[in-house]
């Protein structure tokens, strides 16, 4: 038995155990009730019936006729005078009765009276009858009848309110132990699948459980073992990914440091080697540093601090910065920018997005091309397009290159020095300044990258 198990069970027995008291206890007292009514008013009538006769004919055979007649029956009737001097009695009269008849009320209704009704402590419940010939009171039929038969009846009731009870309060525990394990099975089920994936199980299956708040529950813990699998594979992979990027450039400076460091290496020849080293000490750097920068975009721990820009004089001091490294290139950059255009932006951030666009752009492009940046406001929206006339990229590798470490040949790019963590930083900057990026290209026309706020 789980803990939940038992408090809706104990719940629902609780209430419904409240509730069945109440109600027997109602249906109990009601049905006493006018049991002994009906008792009390039949001997009543009976009382009556006599007087009828007596007031037909007050005479001494028919007053033992009566008495006769009720003596074989589990009533009794005596005949009073107006006086309290007794007629007669068809049984003997007890102590008892002798205290009943002295209460005889002045003035009975021709109807009678119930003299005694409590029938659980008295002996007898009693009724009076007057006896009334030509308006002069002759005499008082009084009917007796021992409470013991009302007693039995009641105790007979008593114990088929009891069985009723018992029985309903053993239907109620089973009907109780179904609900309960219906309603509690599948959180029982929930819960045993959440543990599960805490300890690396992401296989859940739960059972069907409808269209209601439980069945919701149960499809998003689904899709949470599915959404942390593929997450936990994701990391595995970046993992691996990492350890590869990191190995490659740290075995090219061991391999020329170890050649460097031998006796027979000319000075023109150690300087190549280390020129090499310093080479890849500058990518190993900056592979590094792509790395805590998108590790801290994950944890959400950096900041965006926007600021008011004015976008002309922003791009073309970009523009400047990175045009030493066209100009190598025999390349050319055009810039076109509206020159009232602001923007609210994060200067330094962004200015990263438009560097790894160009480098990108430069990088993949030959030689007397030509790159544009585009900048304009179109319906309240701020577009920038960065616009190359390079290989392009491959339609199928398109939906991917935004991803970490991926790259379309990896090869030719480890030759110019990526490690495919470009874009997936430009996309997590646009991002985080509340736009988005998208890339189209033509293979050996060229790529734009489009991003729209
Ligand atoms: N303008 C472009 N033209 C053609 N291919 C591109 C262009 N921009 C990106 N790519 C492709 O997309 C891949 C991913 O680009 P990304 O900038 O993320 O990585 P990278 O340039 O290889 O390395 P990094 O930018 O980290 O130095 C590149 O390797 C390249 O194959
Ligand atoms: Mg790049």
């Known amino acids: 038995?789980?803990?939940?198990?038992?408090?809706?069970?104990?719940?629902?027995?609780?209430?419904?155990?409240?509730?069945?008291?109440?109600?027997?206890?109602?249906?109990?007292?009601n049905i006493i009730h006018s049991r002994v009514h009906d008792e009390l008013s039949a001997l009543q009538t009976r009382g009556n019936n006599h007087r009828e006769i007596l007031e037909?004919?007050?005479?001494?055979?028919?007053?033992?006729?009566?008495?006769?007649?009720?003596?074989?029956?589990?009533?009794?009737?005596?005949?009073?005078?107006?006086?309290?001097?007794?007629?007669?009695?068809?049984?003997?009269?007890?102590?008892?009765?002798?205290?009943?008849?002295?209460?005889?009320?002045?003035?009975?209704?021709h109807n009678g009276l119930i003299l005694e009704d409590d029938w659980k402590h008295a002996t007898y419940i009693a009724s009076i009858s007057p006896v009334i010939i030509d308006n002069k009171v002759k005499g008082y039929v009084y009917m007796f009848q021992n409470t013991q038969k009302i007693k039995d009846l009641i105790s007979e009731l008593n114990r088929h309110f009891l069985?009723?009870?018992?029985?309903?309060?053993?239907?109620?525990?089973?009907?109780i132990v179904f609900l309960t394990r219906a309603v509690t099975h599948p959180l029982i089920k929930m819960s045993d699948a959440t543990k599960r994936i805490s300890k690396g199980d992401f296989s859940v299956s739960l059972p069907k459980l409808g269209k209601d708040e439980m069945g919701e529950?149960?499809?998003?813990?689904?899709?949470?073992a599915s959404d942390l699998e593929i997450l936990k594979n994701e990391r595995n992979e970046f993992l691996a990914s990492i350890s590869h990027e990191l190995r490659t450039p740290l075995t090219y400076i061991k391999g020329y440091a170890e050649i460097a460091r031998r006796g027979d290496t000319t000075a023109?020849?150690?300087?190549?080697?280390?020129?090499?080293?310093?080479?890849?000490?500058?990518?190993?750097?900056?592979?590094?540093?792509?790395?805590?920068?998108?590790?801290?975009m994950d944890e959400n721990s950096f900041s965006i601090e926007k600021e008011e820009v004015h976008l002309?004089?922003?791009?073309?001091?970009?523009?400047?910065?990175?045009?030493?490294?066209?100009?190598?290139n025999n390349m050319q950059l055009l810039l076109s920018c509206p020159s009232e255009l602001y923007k609210e932006l994060d200067p330094i951030r962004f200015e990263q997005v438009i560097v790894n666009l160009l480098d990108n752009a430069r990088k993949y492009s030959e030689p007397h091309t030509k790159?544009?940046?585009?900048?304009?406001?179109?319906?309240?929206?701020?577009?920038?397009?960065?616009?190359?006339?390079?290989?392009?990229?491959p339609e199928k590798d398109l939906a991917r290159i935004f991803e970490r470490f991926?790259?379309?040949?990896?090869?030719?790019?480890?030759?110019?020095?990526?490690?495919?963590?470009?874009?997936?930083?430009?996309?997590?900057?646009?991002?985080?300044h509340g736009g988005t990026i998208e890339v189209f290209s033509n293979l050996n026309v060229g790529t734009t990258f489009k991003i729209l706020f």
């Not at 719940?11 to 109602?26: D, K």
């Not at 069985?163 to 009907?175: D, E, P, V």
């Not at 922003?314 to 400047?320: D, K, L, R």
């Open 268 to 296: 023109a020849d150690r300087d190549n080697y280390l020129g090499i080293i310093h080479e890849e000490a500058v990518k190993l750097a900056k592979l590094v540093k792509d790395l805590f920068n998108l590790a801290k």
């Open 217 to 224: 529950l149960g499809e998003s813990i689904k899709v949470l």
């Open 312 to 328: 002309l004089p922003y791009f073309q001091g970009i523009i400047e910065k990175v045009s030493p490294a066209l100009k190598e």
């Open 406 to 432: 991926y790259r379309v040949d990896k090869s030719r790019t480890r030759a110019l020095g990526g490690s495919g963590l470009g874009l997936s930083i430009v996309q997590q900057l646009v991002e985080a």
């Open 1 to 29: 038995m789980n803990k939940i198990s038992f408090k809706i069970g104990l719940l629902f027995f609780v209430a419904i155990f409240l509730l069945e008291s109440i109600s027997m206890f109602f249906l109990h007292d």
């Open 371 to 393: 790159i544009t940046v585009t900048v304009n406001q179109e319906d309240d929206k701020l577009h920038i397009a960065v616009r190359d006339e390079g290989k392009g990229i």
């Open 56 to 109: 037909a004919s007050f005479h001494e055979e028919t007053i033992r006729h009566i008495a006769m007649m009720e003596a074989r029956t589990d009533t009794q009737v005596i005949l009073t005078t107006p006086e309290d001097g007794i007629y007669m009695s068809s049984n003997k009269v007890t102590d008892e009765m002798k205290k009943i008849l002295k209460r005889t009320p002045k003035n009975v209704p």
């Open 163 to 175: 069985l009723a009870g018992l029985l309903s309060l053993l239907f109620m525990m089973i009907i």
